[in-house]
Nanobody
Framework: QVQLVESGGGLVQAGGSLRLSCAGS????????MAWFRQAPGKEREFVAS????????RYADSAKGRFAISRDNTKNTLYLQMNSLKPEDTAVYYC???????????WGQGTQVTVSS
């Protein structure tokens, strides 16, 4: 069974940091582009950051630039998101996703809740 499992979410005060992890199992994700998305209550899911299969190129939403860092360890089949200087508006469920081809993200995790208090 192919799975992506996020962890590392929680409750943090504004200005704090969290590191999210996304562990893959059931297949290797080392050749897949991967990304983080988030969905706040009452809002649509939005892109946060992505990384190429090799890790040599990353892309960020404007809201994440300068505060978040996406990385991966292909030896561990794991994706990370380091989040610093967190703001209340970062409160959301965070999802990791993998894109085996060029078109769409086919594999999704179940999400991890991040809550930032003011």
């Amino acid at each position: 069974q192919v799975q992506l499992v996020e962890s590392g979410g929680g409750l943090v005060q504004a200005g704090g940091s969290l590191r999210l992890s996304c562990a893959g199992s059931g297949r290797t994700f080392r050749w897949d582009a991967m990304a983080w998305f988030r969905q706040a209550p009452g809002k649509e899911r939005e892109f946060v950051a992505s990384i190429t299969y090799s890790g040599d190129s990353t892309r960020y939403a404007d809201s994440a630039k300068g505060r978040f860092a996406i990385s991966r360890d292909n030896t561990k089949n794991t994706l990370y998101l380091q989040m610093n200087s967190l703001k209340p508006e970062d409160t959301a469920v965070y999802y990791c996703a993998a894109k085996p081809g060029r078109d769409s993200y086919e594999y999704w995790g179940q999400g991890t809740q991040v809550t930032v208090s003011s």
